[in-house]
């Protein structure tokens, strides 16, 4: 399992080109965490990559491409956790507690990239939101369709499907916010306790 | 119930001296939920009150001031409507549910003012974020105890008692997040759904 998270850790960013790029988006997710996307600088995320600002413009034409592209990459690796984690499952609550155990995990693994990806919606441009809110939505049909094949079983009750959906998510999204490594939990353990609280509200 | 909100909402805010600090506590509540803490100058804050900056430094010292009074003022007021909530209960389980749906309504109630207090503790300098946090601990141990007295009367399942309460809170923290008016469901709708989620997972 260890061997797992270190290569998803480092495959989250690896496929991005150069090592420079690298450097600033990682710099920029700082920036935007610490002081929220509107009150960071390209200055302030040159500095922190160490590189002269100019430099970042060889890069990205702006932070709000920098924002961009870690939605995408945040987005994007997350719902592939998820869905590389419910292969195998033989059944819809199988499925539904491998999800869960995944995003909750990641959101805790990736508490910085989790709250950026959470807050900064609002700062994207109307074709980059589209891009990012279809990825959302790629997510939740992922985890809806399993609590309606589940339901339709005769093996899981759902009430309120979409309100349902919600809160699973909302369990997964929030643990970026509060997790601190130092707290004693691990990303696993949050995880499993998430899908187990989960199967025990639907059955 | 629709009496009782409409009145909750304007006590929100009603113990607030004057018609200027309340006027200005709005204004800054929107500055900080558009653009973030950092981003936002007390010119702003003061063009959306109506008023010229330097009126605002009549009333408070900073825009830090006026963080730490939205964050006092929410945490608050919370607390007590969850502690309103529970009151006339007669069971753990009772008690549990009211508190769920009190705060999670809360949330979606009062969207913009619960993102802010929820994402901007960073910014408060230690004694304030320590009066924060000891708002926030409270209403985590009012939860706590109920879980507890529900799992020694063997009513209520509990596992991890801390991880099964901050799950109960990442419900309604998160509502704030996603909730939008137009989006068809409403406040109260979204504390009866989480109530009876929580009870099914506590079963």
């Known amino acids: 399992m260890q061997d797992g998270i270190a290569r998803r850790d480092a495959d989250?960013?690896?496929?991005?080109?150069?090592?420079?790029s690298r450097r600033l988006l990682l710099a920029a997710l700082d920036?935007?965490?610490?002081?929220?996307?509107?009150?960071?600088?390209?200055?302030?995320?040159?500095?922190?990559a160490g590189m002269s600002p100019a430099a970042v413009y060889v890069h990205y034409r702006s932070k709000l491409d920098l924002l961009s592209e870690i939605m995408r990459i945040g987005h994007e690796a997350v719902l592939a956790e998820a869905r590389d984690a419910m292969d195998g499952q033989q059944?819809?609550?199988?499925?539904?507690?491998?999800?869960?155990?995944?995003?909750?995990?990641?959101?805790?693994?990736?508490?910085t990239l989790g709250q950026v990806t959470a807050h900064e919606l609002r700062a994207l441009p109307p074709e980059r939101f589209a891009e990012i809110l279809e990825l959302r939505r790629?997510?939740?049909?992922?985890?809806?369709?399993?609590?309606?094949?589940?339901?339709?079983?005769?093996?899981?009750h759902v009430g309120d499907l979409t309100g349902?959906?919600?809160?699973?998510?909302?369990?997964?999204?929030?643990?970026?916010?509060?997790?601190?490594?130092h707290r004693g939990v691990d990303p696993e353990e949050i995880g499993r306790l998430h899908a187990d609280l989960v199967l025990r509200m639907l059955r």
Chains 1, 2 share one sequence.
């Open 12 to 20: 989250l960013w690896a496929h991005v080109e150069s090592e420079s």
């Open 31 to 48: 920036a935007f965490a610490d002081r929220g996307f509107e009150a960071a600088t390209t200055r302030d995320i040159s500095r922190r």
């Open 91 to 111: 059944s819809p609550a199988g499925r539904i507690a491998a999800f869960v155990e995944a995003f909750s995990s990641w959101h805790a693994r990736h508490a």
């Open 138 to 156: 790629t997510t939740e049909r992922l985890l809806a369709a399993e609590l309606e094949a589940g339901a339709e079983r005769g093996e899981l």
């Open 164 to 181: 349902t959906v919600r809160a699973i998510l909302s369990l997964g999204v929030d643990s970026a916010r509060w997790y601190r490594p």
